[in-house]
C-alpha cells in the first residue's frame, strides 16, 4: 500500500499529524455495489467511505469530522445541545466540545498544539468525560489525573482546568466512568487500575475513600441508591482459579487462551461500603438505567444484560451479533433508550446501532427490529434532549484520512510527504430516530456495508466437495497449498521499502528503504507476490498484531489507545486483550492442521531477568558458529534462555530458543535457530 495509505505503525515512531475539521451529509442509504480491485481506502465510492478492513461505511444523517484524532468516549451535557469526547492523536490523549445543534466543533483543549499545551498527564481514560448533574462543570479522567473544567455558557471550557492527582503512591489510579450522587456532592469514580470505587467530595476535589470491587472496573451507575460497577475483569481471583494477567492482577482465565473467563458488576451500598456480586457476560463495560432495569453491555461476549435492580438479579442476556452463523466480533460498547420501547445498543465492529423492542420490563424479552449504519467503530449513542435526535460519536470516523505529514526515514532521511496512521478523523453522526419502515432498507446497507451478503451467498458444505485448487473460490473448498508461512515485518509502509520494485502499484517517489536495505523483502515479492494493494487495518503494534493472531483487536484494546497504561499488548501479555474464541493457531489446529510458532506473541525472554545477559556481538558469534563460519563453543547456549507467553495453547507451539522480538538479538541468529528446527 502508498504511504498515504497505510494502517500500521510500530510505537517508537512519533510524528504528529493534523486533519481537516469539516462537516459532510451522509445519506444513510448506500447502493449494493461490491467493493473492486481498483477501489482504494479513503475513497468515496456508491457503497460509501472505502476502510482498510474492507468495510465501507455510509452512516445515517448528518456527519460532523473532527479536527484530528480519535474520539474514545463522549458524554452529552445535561441540558443537551453540547457532546464532550475524550479525544487521542499520536500519544496525545485531549476533550473535544461539540455543538450537536448545529453539528460543528467548537472547541478542542490540550491537543499539545502551539497556543494549546497538554492538560494534565497528557492522556486521557477509557471513560468519560462526566458532565455534573447541573452541566456546570465537566471532568475528564485521565492515567494519574483527574481534570476539572468550568463550563461557559456558551459549552466550551475555561481552557485552565483544575488537576486532582490521582495516585496510590506512585500508582496511577486510572479514573475512568462515573456517577454523581443525587445532591451532586460526591463522584463516584471506577479506579481501573486498583480494582476499587473511590469517592470524590466536590466541594473539596479531594478523593476521601476507595472501595475495592471487581477487576478493571470501567463505568459506575446510581441506581435505587445503589452504586452498580461494571468489571471488565471480572471477580477477584481465587486459589483455585487458574489465573493470567492484566496490568499485574491475577485474573480468571482460561486454560487454552489465557483470556479472562468471566464477567460482574458489583452492587455497592455507598453508606456501608458493603459490595455484593452479580454474574454477566465477559468483560462488561457501559452501563444504563431505565427505571429499575440495568442494561450491561458486555463487550467481549456480543450480548447485553438485563438486571432487574428491584429483585437484585440477571433477568436475561441477549445475543446482539447481528450477523447469522458469526460467533465472535460485535462488540458491544454502549446502551441508550431513546423513547420507552426501544433500546439502542453500539455494536462497534460492526459500524452499527442495533435495535431492540423493549417490551416494559428487565424479565420480558428483547426483540429485534434492525440495524442504523454509523461511521467507523461507534462507541457511544445517546438521545439529544435538545434537538430530540440521536447522536453517535464514532471512534475513528473515515479512518486516517487527514492533513498529510512529511516523514524523514531510511539511510539517506530523504523527505516524503502523505498520510500516517495517526490521521484519525473521528466523527459525530446525528439523525432522527427511524421508523420501523426505516429499518429494513438500513440494515440492509450495513450488510451491504460490511460486506455480509457475500457471506450469506457462501455455502460451505456444499463447497468441500469442489475440486482443490490454489486459491479456493468458496469457503470451505479444498485447496493445493499444504504449507502456509506467515512472517510479520511491521514499522513500514508497502512504498517506503517497495516503491522502487517497478511493478503493481508502487510509487517510487515514497521509497525509503528499497532494494539496497531490503533486498530480503524484494526477494520475497519478486518470488511471491506484491501485495501491493493488500491493507492492513492496524494503527500501531499493540492493535496490529491481535489483527494478525485473533483476526480482530476487542474493544478493551481500542479503548486502550487514550494511554496504554494498563498494557502495550503488541506481542499479548493482557489477559483482557484477547477476544474469546482464541487465535489463528487455535483455529488451524481445530481443522487439523498442526502449527509451529517462532516468536510472534511471544512476551517474555528469560535473558531479561539476567543482569549478566549476553551482548549483540555475542548473539552474532553464536551465528557466525551455528553458520560453520567460525569455530569455538557457543558464547550464548542456544538453550540457556527460553521464549515463551501468557497464552498456554501457544506455547505448546512454540519453540522457547526462538528469541521474541529484541533489537539486542540479531535477527541472523534468530534465521539459525528457525532454519534448525525447519530442517527437522
Do not use: C
Amino acid at each position: 500500500m502508498n504511504m498515504n495509505r497505510s494502517r500500521r505503525r510500530l510505537r517508537g515512531l512519533t510524528v504528529a499529524t493534523a486533519s481537516v475539521g469539516v462537516a459532510l451529509l451522509a445519506t444513510g442509504v448506500a447502493a449494493a455495489a461490491a467493493i473492486t480491485r481498483h477501489d482504494q481506502v479513503g475513497q468515496t465510492t456508491a457503497r460509501g467511505v472505502v476502510l482498510p478492513d474492507n468495510q465501507t461505511v455510509s452512516p445515517l444523517g448528518v456527519r460532523t469530522l473532527t479536527t484530528g484524532g480519535r474520539l474514545l468516549s463522549s458524554d452529552l451535557a445535561p441540558g443537551g445541545g453540547r457532546l464532550a469526547a475524550l479525544s487521542y492523536r499520536n500519544g496525545t490523549g485531549f476533550l473535544s466540545i461539540f455543538d450537536t445543534k448545529h453539528n460543528k466543533l467548537l472547541q478542542q483543549v490540550g491537543t499539545g498544539n502551539a497556543g494549546d499545551p497538554k492538560i494534565g498527564d497528557g492522556s486521557v481514560a477509557a471513560d468519560g468525560p462526566i458532565y455534573s448533574p447541573d452541566g456546570a462543570t465537566l471532568w475528564v479522567p485521565q492515567t494519574a489525573d483527574l481534570l476539572r473544567f468550568s463550563v461557559n455558557p456558551d459549552g466550551t471550557v475555561q481552557p485552565t482546568p483544575v488537576k486532582i492527582p490521582m495516585l496510590n503512591g506512585s500508582t496511577p489510579l486510572l479514573p475512568s466512568g462515573g456517577a454523581f450522587s443525587q445532591d451532586g456532592k460526591t463522584l463516584y469514580l471506577a479506579l481501573n487500575n486498583v480494582n476499587a470505587v473511590g469517592y470524590l467530595d466536590t466541594t473539596t476535589n479531594t478523593l476521601v475513600r476507595q472501595v475495592p470491587v471487581g477487576v478493571a472496573p470501567r463505568q459506575v451507575a446510581l441506581v435505587g441508591g445503589k452504586l452498580y460497577v461494571s468489571n471488565e475483569g471480572g471477580r477477584v481471583a481465587t486459589a483455585k482459579d487458574f489465573t493470567n494477567l492484566t496490568s499485574g492482577t491475577p485474573v480468571a482465565a482460561d486454560k487454552s487462551t489465557g483470556a479472562v473467563n468471566n464477567g460482574t458488576v458489583s452492587v455497592l451500598e455507598p453508606a456501608s461500603g458493603a459490595v455484593s456480586t452479580l454474574k454477566v457476560g465477559l468483560e462488561p463495560t457501559a452501563l444504563y438505567a431505565h427505571g429499575s432495569t440495568l442494561f450491561v453491555a458486555n463487550s467481549n461476549n456480543d450480548s447485553i444484560t438485563l438486571i432487574d435492580t428491584a429483585k437484585q438479579r440477571v433477568a436475561q442476556t441477549v445475543n446482539v451479533n447481528p450477523l447469522p452463523g458469526s460467533t465472535v466480533g460485535s462488540y458491544p460498547n454502549a446502551i441508550t433508550m431513546p423513547d420507552a420501547d426501544h433500546v439502542y445498543v453500539s455494536i462497534g465492529r460492526d459500524n452499527a446501532i442495533a435495535v431492540y423492542r423493549y417490551n416494559g420490563s428487565a424479565t420480558a424479552p428483547l426483540q429485534y427490529e434492525g440495524l442504523i449504519p454509523t461511521d467507523w467503530y461507534p462507541v457511544n449513542v445517546a438521545k439529544d434532549p435538545a434537538t430530540g435526535k440521536i447522536v453517535v460519536t464514532n471512534d475513528k470516523g473515515i479512518g486516517a484520512r487527514g492533513l498529510p505529514k512529511t516523514i524523514s526515514e531510511g539511510p539517506d532521511a530523504n523527505a516524503v510527504t502523505g498520510l500516517n496512521t495517526y490521521s484519525d478523523t473521528g466523527s459525530v453522526t446525528t439523525f432522527s430516530a427511524p421508523t420501523e419502515a426505516d429499518l429494513g432498507k438500513l440494515t440492509h446497507t450495513v450488510f451491504i456495508d460490511n460486506d455480509w451478503q457475500k457471506l450469506l451467498q457462501r455455502s460451505v458444505t456444499a463447497a468441500t466437495n469442489a475440486a482443490p485448487a490454489v486459491l479456493p473460490v468458496k469457503l470451505g473448498a479444498p485447496s493445493k497449498i499444504k504449507h502456509v508461512f506467515l512472517l510479520v515485518k511491521e514499522n513500514r509502509t508497502y512504498d517506503q521499502v517497495l516503491g522502487d520494485i517497478g511493478k503493481g502499484d508502487s510509487d517510487p517517489s515514497y521509497t525509503q528503504f528499497g532494494a539496497s536495505v531490503t533486498p530480503n523483502e524484494h526477494a520475497l515479492a519478486n518470488q511471491f507476490g506484491l501485495f501491493d494493494n493488500f491493507y492492513d487495518e492496524g494503527t500501531l503494534s499493540a492493535d496490529g498484531h491481535n489483527w494478525l493472531m485473533q483476526a480482530d483487536a476487542n474493544d478493551y484494546i481500542e479503548k486502550e489507545f487514550g494511554a496504554f497504561y494498563r498494557s502495550y499488548p503488541a506481542q499479548g501479555g493482557d489477559a483482557l486483550a484477547y477476544q474469546r474464541n482464541g487465535f489463528l493457531w487455535n483455529a488451524a489446529e481445530a481443522a487439523g492442521n498442526t502449527v509451529a510458532n517462532f516468536g510472534e506473541y511471544n512476551n517474555f525472554f528469560t535473558a531479561d531477568n539476567d543482569p549478566n545477559r549476553p551482548t549483540w556481538a555475542q548473539w552474532y558469534q553464536d551465528s557466525l558458529i551455528l553458520e560453520g563460519k567460525a569455530s569455538g563453543p557457543l558464547p550464548v547456549p542456544t538453550d540457556k534462555y527460553k521464549t515463551y507467553a501468557d497464552i498456554p495453547s501457544l506455547n505448546k507451539i512454540t519453540d522457547p530458543s526462538y528469541p521474541k522480538f529484541d533489537t539486542d538479538v540479531p535477527d541472523q541468529y534468530r534465521t539459525d535457530i528457525w532454519l534448525k528446527s525447519f530442517q527437522q
